[in-house]
């Protein structure tokens, strides 16, 4: 079946620190995949997407991109704030199946 | 303001109660869906609507019964609590029922004592 797997956190960095988290999946056909956040009290939000591979999503300064031959989408910022505190889910989707989330890495950024 | 509305924001219910969770949106998505949220599991999907009229079991579906009566509206029903559902409880819509673009709500957090 499908699945996501996410690195376990918290991830805790200073500020203006460069940021990955992990993300592999396992998935039949060629899903779609995402990221999304959730800050402190709130829904998710798409954060970005990539539907095939090679391609690169970005948003807020955060990239990831889709890489077929490793099953990875690794999320990526050169330089974090204190606001990007928040847990952050990988997501993938194929076909007309429901989007299938990881367990959450969060994010503890100090000044 | 285009979006999903959830109610109640909280709510402390006694085991054995019955309970509706409300999910309202505004956006016309064809799809709805209800995850909950528990801490080192994610979100996992309970039952989704591809269309009004029709419904599905997610991945955890036991406890639970939803309903599709028209396009906006997705409740989401415990017909007898049990602490196990003690959660957070996510909606969300989406256009096209492929999943791209999922809209969610700002939450349910429930406690079953």
């Known amino acids: 079946g499908n699945s996501v797997t996410q690195m376990e956190g918290p991830v805790t960095l200073s500020e203006e620190a460069f940021l990955t988290i992990n993300c592999t999946y396992t998935?039949?056909?060629?899903?779609?995949l995402f990221w999304y956040v959730q800050y402190p009290g709130e829904g998710l939000q798409l954060l970005l997407k990539?539907?095939?591979?090679?391609d690169k999503g970005s948003n807020k300064g955060f990239e990831a991109t889709y890489r077929k031959e490793t099953t990875s989408f690794h999320l990526e910022k050169g330089s974090v704030q204190v606001s990007d505190s928040a847990v952050y889910f990988c997501a993938l989707l194929t076909g007309f199946q429901k989007l299938v989330f990881g367990t959450g890495t969060r994010l503890l950024v100090s000044p | 303001i285009a979006g999903i509305t959830q109610a109640p924001t909280s709510q402390i219910l006694a085991a054995g109660r019955r309970m509706t969770l409300r999910c309202t949106q505004d956006m016309r998505h064809n799809a709805m869906y209800w995850y909950r949220q528990d801490l080192g599991l994610g979100l996992r999907l309970i039952h989704y609507?591809?269309?009004?009229?029709?419904?599905g079991k997610g991945e955890v579906p036991d406890g639970y019964s939803v309903s599709r009566a028209n396009t906006d509206d997705f409740p989401l029903t415990l017909a007898s609590a049990v602490p196990s559902q003690t959660s957070v409880y996510f909606c969300?819509?989406?256009?096209?029922?492929?999943?791209?673009?999922?809209?969610f709500g700002s939450g349910t957090r429930l406690t079953v004592v």
């Open positions: 998935a039949t056909g060629y899903p779609s």
């Open positions: 969300a819509s989406s256009d096209s029922g492929t999943g791209y673009g999922y809209t």
């Open positions: 609507s591809n269309t009004a009229g029709t419904t």
């Open positions: 990539a539907t095939k591979a090679d």
